[in-house]
């Protein structure tokens, strides 16, 4: 069921797009890089259910969070351990979600503003956008950075806000996840969370719009 908590029509001329979960079904490149870790670092493997929660949120967040054996001590070390794996490995096991092409073109049709905002590092972000061909789609890619100065959502899309001079007041971004919704709310921009990637429904109780497929982002935005 699609969701409008507005009732009615709003104009959107900026489009962010979360990348994990949204654009990309990610799951066994980022989940074999996890389990690379942990067995790397002889700790307690994860289930399932926890394995899809790294998806979307800062790695050191949910590193912290979720593995016991992990915390501010060693978890630069894990996260090295995560990128030297995934970037020769598991950046490339993902597959685009059903619709997506179809969507962005007919969203640069109507000459959309298009960005990707993603707490992935912008040089992987790049990668699989390239990897897929579906990089000319947007005007900028934005995402975390190596060197720690952007390290969650709210750093890239406050970033993109300012970096491309976009109005809050006509940009929307699209999720998966709750960050993506709390980082949307504090830089007043509209979210709208889409159900088909990896958030639970509890993470879009703030969402301005809910989709149950690709081309529902489109009867909002179109």
């Known amino acids: 069921m699609l969701v409008n908590r507005y009732n009615s029509k709003k104009s959107y001329h900026n489009i962010l797009f979360d990348l994990d979960g949204t654009i990309v079904d990610s799951y066994k490149g980022i989940t074999d890089s996890i389990k690379h870790v942990t067995k790397t670092l002889n700790i307690e493997d994860l289930s399932d259910d926890i394995l899809k929660k790294f998806i979307g949120p800062p790695l050191e967040k949910s590193f912290i969070k979720y593995c016991n054996d992990i915390d501010k001590n060693n978890i630069e070390n894990a996260i090295n351990i995560y990128r030297d794996y995934y970037k020769e490995t598991g950046i490339f096991d993902c597959i685009i979600y059903p619709d997506i092409i179809e969507c962005l073109n007919i969203l640069k049709n109507n000459k959309k ?13 790049k990668i699989i956008l390239s990897y897929l061909h579906i990089d000319n789609f947007f005007n900028e890619i934005y995402g975390v950075d190596f060197n720690g100065s952007l390290k969650d959502k709210y750093d890239v899309m406050s970033h993109a806000i300012k970096d491309s001079n976009l109005d809050t007041n006509s940009s929307i971004m699209i999720g998966d996840r709750e960050d993506d919704a709390i980082a949307s709310k504090k830089l007043s921009v509209d979210i709208l969370s889409v159900r088909y990637g990896y958030g639970e429904e509890s993470e879009f109780s703030s969402s301005n719009y809910v989709a149950d497929n690709v081309l529902d982002i489109l009867d909002i935005i179109i």
Do not use: C, D, G, Q
Request: glycine content about 0%.
């Open 113 to 125: 503003n298009i960005y990707l905002a993603t707490a992935k590092p912008k040089p992987f972000a």
